[in-house]
């Protein structure tokens, strides 16, 4: 997987990478439900279409999760499957979920600690702080 979780000492914090940085915003969304526990039911699916901008990478990094966590707890959805593309800094298309089946642990906010979106060898990377 290309992400793994990593000890913080108030909250949570998450490694991801990819390929490039909608591939990153996809893995972090992923990351996120993991690291919360996050089971969806097998149906029905769920579309919703999205468009966040930023006003850089790690902006639109908190953005696009903060609005995952807002369909979480006003819908009672999560996504796993993504179709995005990204213009700068603004982000669009459509994302495919289900109903939150269980959650071992809520995530309250993703927060800008120490967060920095960055090219690396291995392509996009950033380590994201959730606080639960």
Same mark, same amino acid.
């Given at each position: 997987?290309?992400?793994?979780?990593?000890?913080?000492?108030?909250?949570?914090?998450?490694?991801?990478?990819?390929?490039? #940085?909608?591939?990153?915003?996809?893995?972090?969304?992923?990351?996120?439900?993991? %690291?919360? &526990?996050?089971? /969806?039911?097998?149906?029905?699916?769920?579309?919703?279409?999205?468009?966040?901008?930023g006003m850089d990478a790690e902006s639109l990094l908190v953005n696009f999760l903060s609005e995952l966590l807002f369909y979480g707890?006003?819908?009672? #959805?999560?996504?796993?499957?993504?179709?995005?593309?990204?213009?700068?800094?603004? %982000?669009? &298309?459509?994302? /495919?979920?289900?109903?939150?089946?269980?959650?071992?642990?809520?995530?309250?906010?993703?927060?800008?600690?120490?967060?920095?979106?960055?090219?690396?060898?291995?392509?996009?990377?950033?380590?994201?702080?959730?606080?639960?």
């Amino acid at each position: 997987m290309p992400y793994k979780e990593i000890d913080h000492t108030a909250d949570w914090a998450l490694n991801v990478w990819a390929d490039s #940085l909608v591939e990153l915003l996809c893995e972090a969304a992923r990351g996120m439900n993991l %690291l919360s &526990g996050t089971k /969806l039911l097998l149906a029905p699916r769920q579309t919703r279409p999205l468009t966040i901008d930023g006003m850089d990478a790690e902006s639109l990094l908190v953005n696009f999760l903060s609005e995952l966590l807002f369909y979480g707890e006003n819908e009672r #959805l999560a996504f796993d499957t993504f179709d995005l593309k990204m213009d700068d800094f603004s %982000l669009r &298309g459509q994302v /495919l979920g289900a109903t939150i089946a269980s959650q071992e642990k809520e995530i309250k906010a993703v927060t800008y600690h120490h967060l920095m979106v960055t090219q690396t060898e291995r392509g996009w990377e950033t380590t994201i702080v959730f606080d639960v």
